[in-house]
């Protein structure tokens, strides 16, 4: 009766809104405690309609934020008969008839419980304070523990739905994002993470499901650990709750420092940037989520590993958690080829994306850790990666005039790295083994920057670069005019200098190719110089 009463008043607007969500007071606390009561009694509907007229309200839910603990607890109830019965060889749970039809009817009392539960949790939810109420308690690990399938909670679909989308909208909200998502990625992997923000049904199939692709590594392995991790966290907040506070919750709570859950199979994979590495290698043409985020750490993380190697001074950025000398990781997979055979992928399959090596101030670092390796006569890895990358930007016209930064620099250290393998019978210097990828950088620049010589004004060359190829290749030792003097593919000559010019790239004419064989003495000269 008295319930009833109480339900008329709420109906009133504003009538009794200033007793029942007074913060501090015992309101909230008594109308949540009623969801305890039997399904097939009329209190409980009562107080139900009052908590579905009351959630919606900030004042209300400002009220309610201490006393959520008390509807989790609703929400946490195992289903009726769940884990009851034998067990079976095969680990199934065996039930007798009267069991099972008991255990059917206790779960139907209980959806309709839940069903209640979880639409006042997802009203109470969109309050701001609510939300961060239970970010800064456990009500957010008790909320995961339903999702993931902690062994004394429910495991229902509907209860599982209801953590899921309880979770999503914490990370959603701008507030509580930043802060619930970092907590979260101690017990998830991140595409996991990405999947519970996006949508229930998403995260459910994804979780429930196994997956080795280049952003996820997932299967029943790792879902014991999970489960197993979060269980003994659980088990330490009712734990302490008991003991320590009274069997009441809603304090504030801290998961404890550095802890994680670690899974086995992960530990030894080269995570960078929400990708596997070895697993993008295996399968380059996978559609990233974030391909540009990939990529640029992918660079960081390989600056990093030759500023390790080469003390180049190249500046790389610290990415994980890659500590002195230890470019291998355990498994022992050597991250710089690893780093630098990604980057190579990604930049050939998206070209859009390779020109931000330019803007990233990668081309620069590279030149810098070939003057490094050569300077310390570490012809093999070191210098091979950093000529990798480039000779991948190089195809990039924003990267050509990004190396004209260091034009000068850029095509001495090529030709020195040409000609840099010690030939130990003659004692003299011998062409490197991978000459062909720096001849090809080399060529690329200097088509990019001159154009075509061979038709010089069927191509627009790079302006910024095209002086300095000039100068460093077109001096006394080249073809051309009067004092080393080349063709300039970048003027606008008039109809009769076109005319001209073609009829000197018909077959066995004295000039076709005056200018590549000018380069190639250069090289040569340069190289004997050594």
């Known amino acids: 009766m008295g319930v009833t009463a109480l339900k008329l008043l709420v109906l009133v607007e504003g009538l009794v809104d200033d ?34 007229l009351l959630s919606p309200k900030q004042q209300f839910a400002d009220a309610a934020k201490g006393e959520l603990w008390r509807l989790l607890l609703v929400l946490e109830k195992k289903e009726g008969g769940e884990g009851e019965g034998e067990v079976d060889a095969g680990g199934q749970v065996s039930q007798t008839k009267e069991e099972g039809e008991a255990a059917s009817k206790n ?19 969109s309050t701001p304070s609510v939300a961060l109420a239970l970010v800064e308690t456990s009500g957010w690990v008790e909320l995961l523990g339903i999702c993931v399938g902690y062994s004394r909670f ?8 209801g953590a899921t989308k309880a979770l999503g909208r914490l990370l959603w909200d701008p507030k509580t994002g930043v802060l619930a998502a970092p907590l979260i990625a101690r017990f998830l992997p991140a595409t996991l993470i990405v999947a519970l923000k996006e949508g229930t049904a998403g995260f459910l199939s994804v979780f429930d499901g196994e997956a080795e692709n280049p ?70 043409t996978y559609n990233l989520r974030n391909p540009g985020g990939f990529l640029e750490l992918l660079c960081k ?32 997979q050597d991250v710089l080829n690893l780093c630098t055979s990604a980057a190579v992928y990604l930049c050939k ?46 195809s990039r016209r924003a990267n050509i005039e990004a190396i004209a930064h260091s034009a000068n620099e850029f095509l001495g250290l090529m030709q020195q ?47 910024a670069l095209a002086a300095a190829v000039s100068e460093g290749f077109g001096g006394e030792g080249g ?22 010019e073609k009829s000197k790239t018909q077959v066995g004419s004295p000039g076709k190719g005056g200018l590549r064989a000018g380069w190639s003495e250069d090289i040569s000269l340069h190289s004997t110089t050594l």
């Open 19 to 52: 007793i029942l969500c007074e913060e501090g007071g015992k309101g909230p606390a008594i109308l949540l405690s009623l969801l305890e009561l039997p399904e097939e009694s009329e209190a409980f509907d009562l107080s139900s309609d009052i908590l579905y």
């Open 107 to 125: 779960a139907k009392k209980l959806a309709k419980r839940q069903q209640k539960g979880w639409g006042i949790l997802e009203a109470l939810t």
């Open 154 to 161: 429910s495991r229902a679909y509907a209860s599982r739905d």
């Open 215 to 284: 952003e996820l590594i997932w299967d029943s392995e790792l879902r014991g650990e999970l489960r197993t991790g979060i269980g003994s966290v659980l088990d330490d907040v009712f734990r302490k709750r008991e003991d320590e506070e009274g069997g009441v919750g809603g304090g504030k709570w801290n998961i404890e420092p550095g802890f994680s859950v670690k899974y086995a199979k992960l530990m030894d994979e080269l995570f960078i940037g929400g990708v596997y590495v070895r697993l993008f290698l295996e399968e380059p």
């Open 301 to 332: 993380r390989w600056a990093e590993e030759l500023e390790l190697i080469t003390g180049g001074g190249g500046g790389g950025e610290k990415v994980g958690e890659g500590k002195g000398g230890s470019q291998i990781t355990t498994a022992k």
């Open 349 to 394: 399959l998206r070209g859009p994306l390779c020109d931000k090596l330019a803007q990233w101030g990668t081309i620069q670092k590279a030149v810098t850790y070939v003057r490094a390796a050569l300077g310390k006569g570490m012809i093999g890895t070191s210098l091979v990666s950093a000529v990798r990358l480039l000779h991948v930007a190089s």
């Open 417 to 463: 790295a040409l000609c840099s393998m010690e030939v130990h019978s003659s004692g003299k210097k011998g062409l490197h083994q991978d000459a062909g990828f720096m001849v090809e950088i080399l060529l690329k620049v200097f088509k990019d920057a001159l154009g075509d010589v061979d038709n010089p004004f069927a191509s627009a060359p790079a302006p």
């Open 479 to 500: 073809a051309g005019g009067e004092g080393g003097g080349v063709v300039d593919a970048r003027t606008a000559p008039d109809p009769a200098m076109v005319a001209l």
